[in-house]
């Protein structure tokens, strides 16, 4: 049998040049494979198989997001510093959540779930679930702080040690803003691991590594050490230029809701 018999058999309505179009759309696919040669001879053995008219349509942009990794069940973005991860719904400034939305909104079998969030003026690694499955799978795991998070930070000043951990229960404020509490009922707790990569002219790039994520962590314990991240102007110093917050996310480590394999995703560090 030919390719073109098995789809005048379950389209019969439809004419060959429809089922041409169809074709050369990309939506007939053989063992998984595209295929646009209608004379393409099938085996009993073969799985032929037609995609919805929505599932080829192109996606919308994700500028300025950068993809990193698809696939049906998450998707792991670059975002650019000073894009918002997500806010209230009425919102009118651009998200990375309402870009995901747009870009998957042809594919009807996504729905799109905010797994967690960066700051504003924060950079890098983001994941998005597609479905439920993976959005109950990928919070669980965030939950359990199983999830692996390094940030890569330029920090003002020298730290003693090369390396060491910073530990704080913290407290969210009216105002957003965040600090360190000494009663532990109050506050979340909160664990961040550090290590010195370089020291130069006053400043230090540190190998940050998250083992809680709770909001400004990061800001709010190096603040705290005596080395706050280079370009925050709200737990440091008043930046001297036009300079963006100097913290990024640069590795994510999470198990695929579906397969249970652990998967790896790694961007550049700050320039």
Do not use: C
Not at 166 to 184: M, P, W
């Amino acid at each position: 049998m030919l390719l073109i018999d098995w789809l005048i058999e379950r389209y019969p309505a439809s004419t060959r040049s429809t089922l041409k179009r169809m074709a050369e759309a990309g939506r007939v696919t053989l063992n998984g494979r595209e295929v646009k040669i209608l004379k393409t001879p099938i085996k009993e053995t073969d799985v032929v198989a037609v995609l919805d008219r929505a599932a080829t349509l192109p996606k919308v942009s994700l500028d300025p997001l950068v993809l990193v990794y698809e696939d049906a069940e998450l998707l792991v973005v670059d975002k650019p510093p000073g894009l918002l991860t997500s806010t209230v719904p009425r919102e009118k400034r651009q998200t990375a959540l309402a870009i995901v939305t747009a870009y998957l909104a042809g594919d009807k079998k996504s729905r799109v779930g905010l797994i967690h969030r960066l700051d504003r003026d924060a950079s890098g690694l983001l994941v998005f679930a597609k479905s439920l499955a993976a959005f109950d799978s990928l919070k669980a795991q965030f939950y359990h702080h199983s999830v692996g998070r390094v940030y890569e930070a330029r920090v003002h000043g020298v730290p003693r040690a090369k390396s060491g951990t910073i530990e704080s229960h913290l407290v969210e404020s009216k105002d957003g803003q965040v600090f360190v509490t000494r009663d532990e009922r109050k506050g979340q707790h909160a664990i961040t691991h550090y290590d010195v990569v370089e020291s130069a002219d006053g400043f230090s790039r540190l190998r940050v590594k998250l083992e809680t994520g709770r909001k400004h962590q990061i800001r709010v314990h190096l603040s705290g050490r005596g080395h706050p991240i280079v370009g925050d102007t709200v737990y440091g110093p008043q930046p001297l230029a036009l300079e963006g917050l100097q913290l990024r996310a640069i590795e994510l480590d999470l198990d695929h809701p579906r397969t249970g394999k652990r998967m790896q995703f790694r961007v550049k560090g700050l320039t």
